[in-house]
């Protein structure tokens, strides 16, 4: 069955980085682009970034642009958040997420807090 667990969320002051990782399973990795969400109470889960299957192309939502990289690693099952300059702001559960027509996959979420 397709699984998607996610790691490296944490504390972190503003202006910190951190990296996420999310490990793929259940179904042909480097078939699929990924894509990273994030959440807060209260509030619908937004669109972080998305990667294409090869890694060649990637979009990111304005508000991240240029602060965040999605990256993959088709030959470890893995697609990386990296998250530079944070703010206040993207204190958030982070999810990962890949749609299998017609459904999309969740992992579990990481909580990401930014706070001084």
Do not use: H
Not at 10 to 20: E, M, Y
Not at 39 to 50: F, H, I, N, W, Y
Not at 69 to 95: C, F, G, H, W
């Amino acid at each position: 069955q397709v699984q998607l667990v996610e790691s490296g969320g944490g504390l972190v002051q503003p202006g910190g980085s951190l990296r996420l990782s999310c490990a793929a399973s259940g179904f042909t990795f480097s078939s699929y682009a990924m894509s990273w969400y994030r959440q807060t109470p209260g509030k619908e889960r937004e669109l972080v970034a998305t990667i294409s299957t090869a890694g060649f192309s990637t979009t990111y939502t304005n508000s991240m642009k240029g602060r965040f990289t999605i990256s993959r690693d088709n030959a470890k099952n893995t697609v990386y958040l990296q998250m530079n300059s944070l703010k206040p702001e993207d204190t958030a559960v982070y999810y990962c997420n890949v749609r299998l027509f017609p459904r999309n996959y969740w992992g579990q979420g990481t909580q990401v807090t930014v706070s001084s």
